[in-house]
């Protein structure tokens, strides 16, 4: 059982180095750890302190561990440095989004691999300039599309937006800066971003700046396809460090 006042550990994931794989799979619910894990040979709970748990386990005979950021980047900054802290260098976020573009609302379209984030948020302006992009490692980008290619499934490839606020993307009209909202929502809209979320543009920036690498795989509801391909990716990378000798 882990000791939270254990000085080696992290603030708050409470994690310790040794206990996290160098690779993660990051979704933004603690519950959903839950069910990540179990795609693990042998899970083991880690850590869990508020929003931030964590589980490791092995794939292929590799560590890899499943870990909850909280909802928006404040929170998914923390749960990003500390896992990297504690020896994390190739991350997959398994997410949840909505959709912004047109062509996102296509019904045969089984999920979204994300490509690059829009910065819209408060937290990563405190790493590096706005204009600074926040992309995806296109390793991990290739592995996630080869995966669904393989399962057979339907992920779009797109621009997220990752902004802080929930509601004014539902209530608008409620808020005095809903009308502001709405100028620059159709401007992402026309701008083909397809997908919108609290977490991603933290990942990718953090993860440019640790040169670590980052990917992204979102849904809106089937979280069992969006898993599965996850998982491949991350089998896919695995093999393909180990072939390079890179395996850590």
């Known amino acids: 059982m882990f000791n939270p006042n254990d000085s080696a550990r992290t603030h708050h994931t409470l994690c310790?180095?040794?206990e996290v794989g160098g690779y993660?799979?990051?979704p933004g619910d603690p519950d959903r750890t839950d069910i990540i894990a179990q795609r693990l040979e042998n899970p083991q709970l880690i850590a869990n302190n508020r929003e931030l748990r964590t589980w490791t386990g092995y794939l292929d005979g590799v560590m890899v561990s499943v870990a909850s950021t909280g909802m928006g980047c404040p929170?998914?900054?923390?749960?990003?440095?500390?896992l990297i802290k504690c020896g994390a260098h190739t991350i997959i976020r398994v997410g949840s989004c909505g959709r912004v573009c047109d062509s996102s609302y296509d019904e045969s379209i089984?999920?979204?691999?994300?490509?690059?984030a829009v910065r819209d948020e408060g937290t990563t302006p405190h790493y590096?300039?706005?204009?600074?992009?926040?992309?995806a490692d296109r390793h991990v980008v290739a592995a996630l599309a080869d995966a669904a290619e393989k399962l057979g499934v339907h992920f779009m490839e797109g621009i997220t937006l990752t902004k802080d606020c929930y509601y004014i993307q539902y209530e608008?009209?409620?808020?005095?800066s809903g009308e502001r909202f709405k100028e620059r929502w159709e401007a992402w809209r026309r701008a083909n971003v397809v997908t919108v979320e609290m977490e991603t543009s933290a990942l990718f920036i953090i993860a440019s700046?640790?040169?670590?690498?980052?990917?992204a795989i979102m849904n809106r509801v089937d979280f069992d396809k969006t898993i599965s391909v996850a998982v491949e990716a991350m089998r896919s990378l695995i093999a393909q460090d180990r072939a390079k000798g890179r395996l850590s």
């Open 24 to 26: 993660v799979l990051l």
């Open 75 to 82: 929170s998914a900054a923390i749960a990003v440095e500390e």
């Open 110 to 116: 089984d999920g979204f691999i994300c490509t690059a």
């Open 172 to 176: 608008p009209d409620d808020l005095p």
């Open 209 to 215: 700046i640790r040169k670590c690498r980052a990917g």
């Open 128 to 135: 590096v300039p706005i204009e600074f992009p926040a992309v």
């Open 16 to 18: 310790a180095p040794g």
